[in-house]
Protein backbone atom coordinates (compact mmCIF):
# COMPACT_ATOMS: atom_id res chain seq x y z
CA UNK A 1 0.00 0.00 0.00
CA UNK A 2 1.30 4.00 -0.88
CA UNK A 3 1.32 6.08 1.76
CA UNK A 4 2.63 8.75 0.07
CA UNK A 5 1.73 11.76 -2.33
CA UNK A 6 3.40 14.00 -4.29
CA UNK A 7 1.60 17.29 -4.58
CA UNK A 8 2.25 19.94 -6.81
CA UNK A 9 3.55 23.53 -5.90
CA UNK A 10 1.46 26.21 -7.17
CA UNK A 11 3.40 29.31 -5.40
CA UNK A 12 5.89 30.91 -2.78
CA UNK A 13 5.02 32.95 0.27
CA UNK A 14 7.24 36.24 0.64
CA UNK A 15 6.71 37.60 3.89
CA UNK A 16 8.64 39.92 6.24
CA UNK A 17 9.00 37.12 8.28
CA UNK A 18 12.76 35.77 7.60
CA UNK A 19 12.91 33.29 10.27
CA UNK A 20 10.81 31.28 12.26
CA UNK A 21 11.33 33.34 15.68
CA UNK A 22 8.58 36.14 15.74
CA UNK A 23 6.19 34.41 13.39
CA UNK A 24 2.83 35.07 15.03
CA UNK A 25 1.75 31.08 16.57
CA UNK A 26 -1.67 31.56 14.73
CA UNK A 27 -3.00 33.48 11.60
CA UNK A 28 -4.66 36.81 11.70
CA UNK A 29 -2.58 38.07 14.89
CA UNK A 30 -0.83 40.75 13.66
CA UNK A 31 -1.79 42.40 9.88
CA UNK A 32 1.04 42.68 8.18
CA UNK A 33 0.77 42.39 4.44
CA UNK A 34 2.55 39.99 2.36
CA UNK A 35 1.69 37.95 -1.34
CA UNK A 36 1.65 34.90 -2.67
CA UNK A 37 4.23 34.59 -6.24
CA UNK A 38 2.58 32.25 -8.33
CA UNK A 39 4.96 29.66 -9.89
CA UNK A 40 5.04 29.79 -13.99
CA UNK A 41 2.76 27.07 -14.18
CA UNK A 42 -0.26 28.41 -12.43
CA UNK A 43 0.66 32.32 -13.49
CA UNK A 44 -2.68 32.61 -15.02
CA UNK A 45 -4.91 35.78 -14.23
CA UNK A 46 -7.99 33.58 -14.81
CA UNK A 47 -7.54 31.26 -12.48
CA UNK A 48 -8.40 34.05 -10.06
CA UNK A 49 -11.45 34.91 -11.67
CA UNK A 50 -14.09 35.84 -8.89
CA UNK A 51 -11.81 35.88 -6.00
CA UNK A 52 -12.30 39.43 -5.07
CA UNK A 53 -15.78 38.80 -4.28
CA UNK A 54 -14.16 36.73 -1.29
CA UNK A 55 -12.78 38.72 2.10
CA UNK A 56 -11.03 35.25 3.15
CA UNK A 57 -9.30 32.79 1.93
CA UNK A 58 -7.97 29.40 3.14
CA UNK A 59 -3.88 28.40 2.27
CA UNK A 60 -2.47 25.03 2.49
CA UNK A 61 1.25 24.68 2.76
CA UNK A 62 4.07 22.88 3.61
CA UNK A 63 6.35 23.38 6.39
CA UNK A 64 9.75 23.46 4.61
CA UNK A 65 12.26 24.55 7.46
CA UNK A 66 11.69 21.79 9.70
CA UNK A 67 14.51 20.16 10.59
CA UNK A 68 13.83 18.06 13.32
CA UNK A 69 12.09 15.61 10.57
CA UNK A 70 11.86 14.61 7.25
CA UNK A 71 9.79 17.63 5.40
CA UNK A 72 8.85 16.20 2.13
CA UNK A 73 5.43 15.43 0.72
CA UNK A 74 6.60 11.91 -0.93
CA UNK A 75 8.16 10.58 2.09
CA UNK A 76 6.72 9.17 5.48
CA UNK A 77 8.34 11.13 8.23
CA UNK A 78 9.24 9.90 11.63
CA UNK A 79 5.75 9.60 13.68
CA UNK A 80 5.80 11.79 16.83
CA UNK A 81 2.68 11.22 18.67
CA UNK A 82 2.56 13.73 21.23
CA UNK A 83 4.29 17.25 21.05
CA UNK A 84 4.38 20.60 23.64
CA UNK A 85 2.53 23.10 22.50
CA UNK A 86 3.85 26.71 23.05
CA UNK A 87 0.64 27.42 24.15
CA UNK A 88 0.94 25.18 27.27
CA UNK A 89 4.58 26.75 28.30
CA UNK A 90 6.68 24.24 26.54
CA UNK A 91 6.16 21.65 28.98
CA UNK A 92 3.29 19.70 28.88
CA UNK A 93 3.14 17.04 26.32
CA UNK A 94 -0.34 16.57 24.46
CA UNK A 95 -0.91 14.68 21.35
CA UNK A 96 0.10 15.42 17.74
CA UNK A 97 -3.58 15.40 16.30
CA UNK A 98 -4.86 17.80 19.10
CA UNK A 99 -2.19 20.21 17.82
CA UNK A 100 -1.35 22.56 15.36
CA UNK A 101 2.22 21.37 15.70
CA UNK A 102 4.94 21.92 12.74
CA UNK A 103 6.43 18.08 13.51
CA UNK A 104 3.13 16.24 12.04
CA UNK A 105 2.79 13.04 9.84
CA UNK A 106 2.34 15.09 7.23
CA UNK A 107 4.36 18.56 6.90
CA UNK A 108 0.97 20.75 5.96
CA UNK A 109 -0.16 23.91 7.14
CA UNK A 110 -3.58 25.39 7.08
CA UNK A 111 -4.34 29.45 7.73
CA UNK A 112 -7.12 32.03 7.19
CA UNK A 113 -5.73 35.04 5.65
CA UNK A 114 -7.91 38.15 4.60
CA UNK A 115 -7.50 38.94 0.60
CA UNK A 116 -6.67 42.18 -0.30
CA UNK A 117 -6.04 41.78 -4.52
CA UNK A 118 -4.61 39.98 -7.09
CA UNK A 119 -1.75 41.18 -9.39
CA UNK A 120 -0.08 40.64 -12.48
CA UNK A 121 3.77 41.58 -11.86
CA UNK A 122 5.66 40.98 -15.53
CA UNK A 123 4.80 37.42 -16.42
CA UNK A 124 4.11 36.56 -12.39
CA UNK A 125 0.93 36.40 -10.80
CA UNK A 126 0.69 37.78 -6.87
CA UNK A 127 -2.09 37.30 -4.83
CA UNK A 128 -1.97 40.04 -1.69
CA UNK A 129 -2.87 38.85 1.56
CA UNK A 130 -2.65 40.00 5.39
CA UNK A 131 -2.35 38.03 8.66
CA UNK A 132 -0.43 35.45 7.48
CA UNK A 133 1.85 33.06 9.84
CA UNK A 134 3.98 31.55 6.80
CA UNK A 135 7.82 32.24 6.98
CA UNK A 136 9.38 34.14 3.91
CA UNK A 137 9.86 31.30 0.87
CA UNK A 138 6.59 29.42 2.33
CA UNK A 139 5.53 26.54 -0.83
CA UNK A 140 1.99 27.04 -1.43
CA UNK A 141 -0.17 24.02 -2.35
CA UNK A 142 -3.58 25.12 -2.63
CA UNK A 143 -5.88 28.30 -2.47
CA UNK A 144 -9.58 28.42 -1.49
CA UNK A 145 -12.26 30.51 -0.71
CA UNK A 146 -13.12 30.92 3.03
CA UNK A 147 -17.21 30.21 3.05
CA UNK A 148 -18.42 32.60 6.26
CA UNK A 149 -21.81 30.21 6.83
CA UNK A 150 -19.49 26.88 6.64
CA UNK A 151 -16.07 28.15 8.32
CA UNK A 152 -17.19 29.95 10.85
CA UNK A 153 -18.79 28.08 13.91
CA UNK A 154 -19.58 30.41 16.42
CA UNK A 155 -20.32 28.12 19.25
CA UNK A 156 -17.17 26.13 18.64
CA UNK A 157 -14.66 25.05 21.72
CA UNK A 158 -10.98 25.48 21.27
CA UNK A 159 -9.81 23.47 24.40
CA UNK A 160 -6.63 24.92 25.41
CA UNK A 161 -6.47 27.81 22.70
CA UNK A 162 -9.83 29.62 23.62
CA UNK A 163 -8.34 33.02 24.27
CA UNK A 164 -6.65 34.45 22.51
CA UNK A 165 -3.18 35.42 23.74
CA UNK A 166 -2.84 38.44 25.60
CA UNK A 167 -0.19 41.33 24.20
CA UNK A 168 2.05 42.83 25.75
CA UNK A 169 3.02 47.08 25.52
CA UNK A 170 6.01 47.65 23.31
CA UNK A 171 8.16 50.16 24.70
CA UNK A 172 10.99 52.06 22.39
CA UNK A 173 14.22 53.22 24.07
CA UNK A 174 15.60 56.17 23.63
CA UNK A 175 18.43 54.54 21.52
CA UNK A 176 16.00 53.04 19.32
CA UNK A 177 13.79 55.47 18.87
CA UNK A 178 16.66 57.69 17.19
CA UNK A 179 17.53 54.46 15.54
CA UNK A 180 13.84 54.89 13.87
CA UNK A 181 13.63 58.41 13.08
CA UNK A 182 16.97 58.36 11.05
CA UNK A 183 15.63 55.11 9.26
CA UNK A 184 12.95 57.38 8.48
CA UNK A 185 14.18 60.33 7.43
CA UNK A 186 16.44 58.26 4.97
CA UNK A 187 13.26 57.77 3.27
CA UNK A 188 14.66 54.27 3.01
CA UNK A 189 11.73 52.65 4.94
CA UNK A 190 8.28 54.00 5.79
CA UNK A 191 6.16 54.06 9.35
CA UNK A 192 4.30 50.86 8.19
CA UNK A 193 7.20 48.59 8.89
CA UNK A 194 7.22 49.91 12.41
CA UNK A 195 3.87 49.19 13.43
CA UNK A 196 3.64 46.07 11.53
CA UNK A 197 6.94 44.64 13.67
CA UNK A 198 5.17 46.34 16.86
CA UNK A 199 2.50 43.79 16.48
CA UNK A 200 4.61 41.18 16.11
CA UNK A 201 6.61 42.20 19.40
CA UNK A 202 3.39 42.86 21.22
CA UNK A 203 2.52 38.85 21.29
CA UNK A 204 6.00 38.10 22.90
CA UNK A 205 7.87 36.31 19.95
CA UNK A 206 10.40 34.47 22.81
CA UNK A 207 9.90 30.45 23.17
CA UNK A 208 7.36 29.70 26.45
CA UNK A 209 9.62 28.40 28.46
CA UNK A 210 11.85 31.47 28.85
CA UNK A 211 11.24 34.16 31.48
CA UNK A 212 14.39 36.16 31.71
CA UNK A 213 14.07 39.58 31.73
CA UNK A 214 17.76 40.38 31.36
CA UNK A 215 18.30 38.60 28.15
CA UNK A 216 18.50 40.47 25.05
CA UNK A 217 16.57 38.83 21.94
CA UNK A 218 17.62 39.44 18.37
CA UNK A 219 15.13 39.15 15.76
CA UNK A 220 15.15 39.53 12.01
CA UNK A 221 11.73 41.23 10.70
CA UNK A 222 11.52 42.11 6.70
CA UNK A 223 14.97 44.59 6.36
CA UNK A 224 15.08 44.99 9.98
CA UNK A 225 17.06 43.69 12.90
CA UNK A 226 16.23 43.81 16.38
CA UNK A 227 17.09 43.60 19.68
CA UNK A 228 14.67 43.98 22.77
CA UNK A 229 14.28 42.75 26.11
CA UNK A 230 10.56 41.35 27.59
CA UNK A 231 9.55 41.40 31.03
CA UNK A 232 6.15 40.90 33.11
CA UNK A 233 4.34 44.11 31.28
CA UNK A 234 6.16 45.44 28.04
CA UNK A 235 8.66 44.52 25.24
CA UNK A 236 11.40 47.25 25.14
CA UNK A 237 13.01 47.78 22.33
CA UNK A 238 16.61 48.73 22.61
CA UNK A 239 17.77 48.38 18.95
CA UNK A 240 16.65 48.67 15.50
CA UNK A 241 19.08 48.47 12.32
CA UNK A 242 18.36 48.04 8.46
CA UNK A 243 19.84 44.48 8.09
Not at 10 to 35: A, D, T
Request: hydrophobic share 35%.
Amino acid sequence: MNNSVVMPIIGHMRSPYREKFGIPRQPNLVQVESYIEMTEAYSDILAFEGIEDFSHLWLLWQFHENKKSDNTLNQMPKFRAQVRPPRLGGNQKIGVFATRSMYRPSPIGLSVVQFLRVEKHGKAVRVYVTGSDLLDGTPILDIKPYIQYSDAIADSISGYAQEEPQRKTVVWSENAQQQQQQLLKQGILDKKIFDELEQVLSLDPRPAYQNDAERVYGMCFAVLNVRFTVDEQDVIVIAVEQS
